[in-house]
């Protein structure tokens, strides 16, 4: 985090465009308006590339003039428009259908665009940044992404990492939204274990769900591994269950097997007896593995004595 800080911090002094790559919720738009709010001028406008198709997406880039077609009744300016002298963020610009790219590489550099159904040309002098979670590279190989308008954006370039790629984030950036989200709460050391050992799949923006959840469902101080969300409870059940051999429960005793038809509430209480073992007593992963709540393993502990 503080690498890519640094890296904002000299980028937001220039304006050549920048080419941000990251998977789905690394927080590529947060580190676009961070860029851009480094020196802070104009506005900050979002194209997302991915929500809009076909003519659609060429009336919100370029606007139109009234009377264009059916439905026009005014003229409507384009976000290109609402981002002069600013900067205008193309999220997900792997997107971009082949024909808008090379329109839009024709405004990167002309610095002017034609509304739809206008015949006078606007102008529009704004800084590009452009984020994808795509290799770009590939795209080009493929044809799926113009090849100059690649290099026209390529020329300041930023990575972000996914977060199973830097764990040592993870208890930052929880502390980050706490702070945001909860009302003097803190992680226990025990649950943090657990978030950093995860491997975020949706990455910065699931975690922070999965804090906002933590604080939503917990009224007291002290947030612990009971408080964490499912997919990372089974993430470690998972690998706690990879990391040991499974030995059944005839083969390890104490108790030997019961001869001829046993009786279910024994079969019940072994098997609760086994897995509280298994897990070194964990009850939350024990009521997992059984495929049962905790409110009812606990019940079922105090209904056998054990």
């Excluded at 939503?216 to 040991?244: C, F, N, R, Y």
Aim: charged share 25%; hydrophobic share 40%.
């Amino acid at each position: 985090m503080r690498h890519i800080h640094r890296l904002v911090s000299r980028m937001g002094k220039s304006r050549f465009p920048v080419l941000i790559l990251g998977e789905t919720g690394t927080g590529k738009e947060v580190v676009a308006r961070a860029i851009h709010n480094t020196e802070g001028r104009g506005p900050f406008v979002v194209v997302d590339c991915s929500s809009l198709v076909g003519p659609l997406m060429e009336s919100e880039l370029f606007g139109y003039a009234r009377g264009a077609f059916t439905g026009a009744h005014s003229q409507k300016l384009g976000l290109l428009d609402a981002a002069n002298g600013g900067t205008a963020f193309f999220d997900e610009i792997g997107e971009l259908p082949l024909d808008l790219q090379m329109k839009l590489l024709r405004v990167l550099q002309e610095k002017e665009y034609r509304a739809i159904g206008a015949l006078a040309q606007r102008s529009s002098d704004f800084r590009i940044i452009a984020a994808t979670n795509r290799d770009l590279a590939e795209e080009v190989k493929a044809k799926r992404f113009r090849e100059d308008l690649y290099y026209r954006l390529n020329v300041m370039k930023l990575r972000i990492a996914p977060l199973r790629e830097r764990r040592e984030d993870v208890p930052t950036l929880v502390l980050h939204f706490l702070q945001k989200y909860g009302s003097g709460h803190r992680v226990a050391d025990e649950a943090m274990a657990l978030l950093q050992a995860y491997d975020w799949p949706g990455n910065v923006r699931q975690l922070e769900h999965t804090v906002q959840q933590m604080v939503a469902m917990h009224t007291g101080p002290w947030l612990t591994k009971a408080d964490l969300g499912s997919s990372v409870i089974s993430s470690s059940l998972e690998k706690h269950l990879d990391s040991q051999a499974y030995i059944p429960l005839a083969e390890q005793g104490p108790e030997p097997p019961l001869q001829g038809i046993i009786p279910l509430a024994e079969v019940e209480r072994r098997t609760i007896l086994h897995a509280i073992e298994h897990t070194k007593g964990d009850r939350t992963v024990a009521a997992l593995l059984l495929g049962i709540g905790r409110t009812t393993l606990y019940r079922k502990l105090k209904e056998y004595g054990l």
